[in-house]
């Protein structure tokens, strides 16, 4: 297997945007071309990934994102795989250029949906879902987390005061990333005060709808190498699964893709959790945030309450989770997320990260995952 | 009748239809077409009494499109009785938490465009 590494990443700002999503997703793209300091007619291949093409007249982006590059003759693959679309995009991409099929690849993710409305984001998202048990019966994405919540209180010392603070660390660290969707300082008193979503879930412990678009370019280590310029490593790469409904798992705090992702990323790197610097997560909503740090071992199952408590994923803290504002400050457009992740380990570990640099930084992880964690894909980066 | 639509019967009529593996009797919801545990495929049909209790839940407020008319309402996710398996589903009427105690006995009462519907028992 080639060694692949990343060697550019662009992103548009996250919000709520005007331009198309053939447009962002363009932006984007360009972007990462950019900043690899490549030529368009270097990439061999695309991935493309995005959930609701469909709300902005636009789906198989693949082909048209390769024809606005130049470079229509080049293959291209259009992935969904809900909010874990990037991840997965990345992972596939990965694979291909480790593989020896393809010396450099594009991945861009995008989602645009604002214009819709939350009644249809919220009534859409939710067939991402276990639909037959879950959206069917009446549960958004905020409420199926909010039973991750309830049941998280009810089995360990946790409060309501405790995911809070998730969102309070993220809002600090997203006002230091001019990308971000919310760049807006907030309290614990802010997040409880809030408007209840779905119980116990209020309005501050869940990520907002965004707009927006990233991507980054991946190539074999003869090609970073030869092309200099600064590129990161992938250390690990690992995929898993869970039953895709909340009621077929074993432990209904517990989201196994991530544990069995994680766990063969670490294998693949050579390293432990104890090794990362610092993590972007799936913070969905607050919740997520302390499960995540658990199931890809940061802190034993019941502790990542503590950890927040105690400062521990604050930025520059012992381990900083969400340097970028995570989905809840950074904003989460769903098909470009796990992207957009990769793109900030990228600006992280090349010194591009501005105030919200995490220091002395040599290696840093993604993890993003599909629906309440039904597909998980974790990545391991290492500075060159 | 396909699979989910005699599940889907079970559920009107207050029952469960699970799955049993006729290789190592591991019991599914009767929507599983392979055993999770042994992957073999071959079952006999075990019907569940539709009781439980209530394992977790959210109170929904902001719901999605068809549910306005409900709000506030519950979804749940039931402990089977005698089992050890799990079902989600739609219970109205609940306001707050102390609606709702976790382990409050519930039972299924039917199927409709709200999916498995749901009572205190």
């Known amino acids: 297997m080639e060694k692949v590494c990343v060697l550019g990443a662009g992103s ?13 997703t363009l932006q984007a793209s360009v972007g990462a071309i950019e900043s690899a300091g490549i030529e368009s007619k270097d990439i061999k291949a695309g991935y493309i990934s995005n959930v609701f093409g469909v709300a902005d007249k636009q789906v198989h982006l693949g082909p048209v994102v390769m024809s606005n590059l130049g470079i229509s003759d080049r293959p291209s693959l259009s992935i969904e795989s809900a909010c874990g679309s990037g991840s997965v995009s990345f992972r596939e991409a990965y694979a291909n250029v480790a593989a020896g099929f393809y010396d450099v690849a594009l991945v861009t993710g995008v989602e645009k949906v604002t214009h819709t409305g939350t009644e249809w984001t919220t009534t859409y998202f939710s067939y991402c879902s276990d639909f037959f048990y879950e959206g069917q ?7 199926l987390f909010a039973s991750m919540a309830r049941a998280y209180i009810n089995e360990f010392n946790a409060t309501e005061e405790d995911f809070a603070q998730v969102a309070v660390k993220n809002h600090d660290n997203g006002l230091l990333n001019p990308k971000a969707h919310l760049r807006k300082k907030i309290t614990v008193d802010d997040v409880m005060s809030s408007a209840v979503v779905a119980s116990p879930l209020k309005l501050y412990d869940c990520c907002p709808f965004s707009d927006g678009a990233s991507a980054v370019i ?25 039953p895709a409904a909340l009621q077929g798992r074993e ?11 994680a766990e063969a990323a670490f294998k693949m790197a050579g390293i432990t959790p104890k090794d990362v610097d610092f993590a972007e997560v799936h913070d969905c909503f607050t919740i997520a945030e ?7 071992g940061f802190f034993e199952k019941g502790k990542g309450v503590e950890a927040v408590r105690e400062g521990k994923t604050k930025l520059n803290g012992e381990i900083s989770i969400n340097p970028s504002g995570g989905l809840k400050s950074k904003g989460h ?11 900030e380990v990228f600006d992280q570990l090349t010194g591009k990260a501005g105030e919200r640099t995490v220091k002395n930084a040599k290696i840093g992880l993604t993890q993003n995952f599909g629906a309440t964690g039904a597909s998980c894909a974790v990545h391991i980066f290492q500075s060159v | 009748m396909s699979e989910k639509q005699d599940f889907i019967e079970h559920a009107k009529g207050g029952k469960i239809l699970a799955h049993k593996c006729v290789n190592c009797e591991d019991l599914s919801l009767a929507t599983v077409y392979f055993c999770k545990k042994c992957g073999k495929r071959g079952f006999e049909d075990f ?11 959210t109170i929904m407020t902001v719901p999605p499109s068809g549910f306005e008319k409900y709000a506030p309402y519950a979804w749940v996710v039931l402990s089977i009785d005698n089992s050890d398996l799990r079902i989600s589903g739609f219970l109205a009427n609940i306001s707050k938490p102390e609606d709702l105690p976790i382990g409050t006995a519930l039972k299924v009462v039917g199927f409709d465009d709200r999916g498995i519907v749901l009572e205190k028992l």
């Not at chain 1, 945007?17 to 053939?22: E, N, V």
């Not at chain 1, 019966?137 to 409420?143: L, V, Y």
């Not at chain 1, 432990?251 to 992702?261: F, N, R």
């Not at chain 1, 457009?333 to 793109?343: E, L, N, S």
């Open chain 1, 12 to 24: 548009t700002k996250y919000g709520k945007l005007d331009d198309s999503i053939s447009d962002i």
């Open chain 1, 137 to 143: 019966a009446g549960a958004s994405f905020p409420g």
């Open chain 1, 218 to 242: 991946l190539c074999n280590e003869k090609f970073a190498k030869e092309h200099g310029g600064d590129y990161i490593e992938v250390l690990g790469s690992g995929r898993g699964g869970s």
């Open chain 1, 251 to 261: 432990h209904l705090t517990t989201i196994p893709s991530t544990k069995i992702a």
């Open chain 1, 290 to 296: 302390v499960v995540d740090s658990e199931d890809i």
């Open chain 1, 333 to 343: 457009p769903i098909g470009a997320t796990g992207v957009g992740q990769v793109a």
């Open chain 2, 47 to 57: 019907v569940l009494e539709g009781h439980g209790k209530a394992e977790t839940y």
